[in-house]
């Protein structure tokens, strides 16, 4: 179920350093993403929840059972959330404060005795091609024109990506998703050696999500910056809305999606859910 995977089962999370970072608010409402930003954000979630099509466009929550689901899946938008889980957990959900359905700890409390295996929690950030064009008041000059990236970048073969795949702990490489991703570029350093990836895979027509490692040795050097701004662009140019889907606790990939211009609209929770 591909709504669930937004850590350790199909990445989709930005890697690189983990450090600790409180949870700051869960919503900004819209500001620097254009309307059809958002528009194509909401229709993308709502398709891969399976959930009805709209069903992001209006107030609240709302609990959609899932014969085939197995979890809860909770995505919260613009003020919206939106949970599909398996019809044992839908009726233990009805009536539950909307912060609480993106809180693991307020889901698993209110699922108990379900078989449970939390997931996480990740923040849901986007920029799009309205960004550069908005901050200025003028028409950008490219979609990307403000991401110029620095450095020694090139597509990433399978040699520089199995030498940095090598160089993580297996738990992080598996977070960025970057094994999944069909279009990936590395950053290296003077002497060849491979110090960040990143990439993006398209989610249906409209949205690119990001991943993003670096190397533990060539952490804080900018080298994971520059190689996320060359994606960035690529997707951009692409007439794509980006998504950067972080971790709550990964401040550096927090500051890195800050400092290109992303917007945090929301959050999503996932919780594993086996037989009760």
């Known amino acids: ?41 909401r229709a993308e979630w709502a398709r891969r929840l399976a959930a009805p099509p709209g069903v992001f466009a209006g107030a609240g929550s709302h609990v ?12 919260e938008l613009f003020g919206t959330c939106v949970v599909t889980c398996p019809p ?21 409390r209110r699922l108990h005795p379900l078989r449970l295996r939390p997931i996480g929690t990740a923040a849901l950030s986007y920029r799009d091609t309205g960004l550069a064009a908005r901050a200025t008041g003028t028409a ?18 399978d040699v520089a990506v199995d030498q940095l795949r090598r160089s993580l702990p297996a738990d992080e490489w598996d977070e960025s998703g970057l094994a999944a991703m069909p279009l990936r570029w590395a950053a290296f350093t003077s002497s060849g050696e491979v110090a960040a990836l ?63 211009g992303f917007v945090r609209v929301g959050r999503q929770t996932a919780v594993l859910v086996g037989d009760d």
């Open 198 to 260: 990143a990439g993006y895979e398209r989610w249906g027509e409209d949205v690119a999500q990001v991943g993003v490692a670096a190397a533990p040795a060539h952490r804080g050097l900018g080298h994971a910056s520059a190689v996320a701004r060359r994606v960035v662009t690529a997707a951009l140019d692409e007439g794509l809305v980006v998504q950067w889907r972080c971790r709550l606790g990964n401040e550096a990939s927090e500051r890195l999606c800050a400092a290109m």
């Open 88 to 108: 044992a957990a839908a009726a233990r959900l009805e009536g539950l404060h909307p912060a609480a359905l993106t809180d693991v700890d307020a889901l698993v």
């Open 1 to 41: 179920m591909g709504a669930v995977s937004f850590s350790r089962q199909d990445g989709s999370v930005d890697g690189g350093t983990r450090e600790d970072l409180s949870d700051g608010p869960s919503v900004v409402a819209g500001a620097a993403l254009s309307d059809a930003g958002r528009e194509r954000v």
């Open 64 to 75: 959609v059972a899932r014969e085939d689901s197995t979890a809860v899946v909770a995505v």
């Open 140 to 157: 950008a000059p490219s979609p990307a024109g403000d991401l110029a990236a620095a450095g020694d970048l090139e597509v990433a073969g």
